[in-house]
Structure formats: C-alpha cells, structure tokens
C-alpha cells in the first residue's frame, strides 16, 4: 500500500502528512534492577521482535522520513531499530515532548518545527501515545498500544489539528505476520 493510495477527499488534494505512532517495544521490568526508570533497556527478546515488526511495517511501504523519540532508553533504542530497519532510512531526533507524562497538545506544538516532514514516526511511552493517537482523532478514550505496537493517522498537515484520519491500528504480531 502506497501513502497516496489511502488517500481521498479534500486531504488528497492539498499536502498532507503521515503520522506513525510506536509504542517502545519489550522492556526491563521496572524494579529494584532499574531503580532508575529513564535507563531501563529493552530485552533482547524485544529487540528482536521490534525488528521482525519493522520489516512487516517496511514491506507495507512505509516511507518515514523523520523518527521523533522519547529520550528514554527503551524508546531510543527502539527508535535506532525502526530507522535501521527501514528502506527510507530516518533521521532520528530525541525531544522531550514525547516523555511521559506530556500532554497531546506538547507534542503537537513539537511536530509545528516539522512541517516540512512528509512521514513522520513518534516513538513513545503509554498512556501519552494513546492519549495523543485520540486527540487526534478525535476519539473520547485513548487508543491502548501494545509494546511495540503502531498505529498510522494521516492528517492535513503539522502542526496538527484534529482531527485526522486513523488509517489502521497495527498489534506487533500483525506486523510479524507481514514480515518478508
């Protein structure tokens, strides 16, 4: 499936914007082992189905040119695995808009200073990304990720302004399954 091909009504016409949602993959427990939260890692078993998971995201065409993420540990690693794992190859950028605990409208006026992105994935932290996935939306209840879980929504253009379109709402073992 190609970015233009989901496209209809009044958002084709004008320039609009891919927006990936992706929840960190498999991580440490938090506990007495990572006493600090923001340095906890992903497990290898993580690692390695965030991996299987981008390629099935990849061979759906996905054509992300910028990954904003999380500072924290679990989200950058998961975010180098993403853009790695691409045929695009993102850059990735760190921001603090996406640590936990920010409000939707936080990271919509950190997506403003890339309006210029066609495609861009946000790499982060439940309940924020189901909090920011139906605010822009427009949907009463947060959208619940799965660690390694992605969502797409399209929307006219950055900043955003809900709402977008939810174009589909991805489980890792659906994107797995579409792994060449």
Known sequence: MT???SRTGPAAATRGVTLYLVRHAIAEPSGSAWPDDTKRPLTHRGMARMRE???GLDAMGADITLVLTS????ARQTAEILAQGLTSTPVVELTNALIPGQPPARMAEALASHSRSPSVALVGHEPGLGELAAWLIGAREA????????CRIDLPSLPPVPPGQLIWFALPKMLRALEP
Do not use: N, T
Request: no cysteine; proline share 11%; aromatic share 6%.
């Open 53 to 55: 998971a981008v390629r």
């Open 3 to 5: 970015r233009s091909s």
């Open 143 to 150: 959208l619940p990720f799965k660690k390694g879980g992605i």
């Open 71 to 74: 500072p924290l540990i679990r």
